[in-house]
């Protein structure tokens, strides 16, 4: 049973910038390359990025303001789209 927890520990990962302004949590694949959802979240906690992976590309991802409203988008085919959160 330890072996295959020490795997999903090793899978498991955490980066922070240098400043500690933003957190990010995922997950890695066997290579060490970002894969699946990966969450930035600010020194408050508040969800800043959402992030999805495959074998370390990026391939969707959403950000939102400090309200927690979204405020930009990008696609699968890499296409971004920007939102007025003040519902204007």
Same mark, same amino acid.
């Given at each position: 049973?330890?072996?295959?927890?020490?795997? +999903? +520990?090793?899978?498991?990962? =955490? &980066?922070?910038?240098?400043?500690? =302004?933003?957190t990010?949590? $995922?997950?890695?694949?066997?290579? $060490?390359?970002?894969? /699946? =959802?990966? +969450?930035? !979240?600010?020194?408050? /906690? !508040? +969800?800043i990025?959402?992030?999805?992976?495959?074998?370390?590309? %990026? /391939?969707?991802?959403?950000?939102?303001?400090?309200? /927690?409203?979204? &405020?930009?988008?990008?696609?699968?085919? $890499?296409? %971004? !789209?920007?939102?007025?959160?003040? $519902?204007?």
């Amino acid at each position: 049973m330890k072996p295959l927890f020490l795997f +999903v +520990v090793l899978l498991t990962c =955490s &980066i922070a910038k240098a400043d500690d =302004s933003l957190t990010c949590k $995922g997950e890695l694949d066997n290579n $060490g390359k970002k894969n /699946g =959802s990966w +969450v930035c !979240r600010d020194k408050q /906690g !508040r +969800v800043i990025k959402k992030e999805h992976y495959k074998h370390g590309e %990026i /391939g969707t991802w959403i950000l939102y303001n400090n309200k /927690g409203q979204m &405020i930009q988008t990008r696609n699968k085919k $890499g296409k %971004i !789209r920007k939102y007025k959160p003040c $519902g204007c």
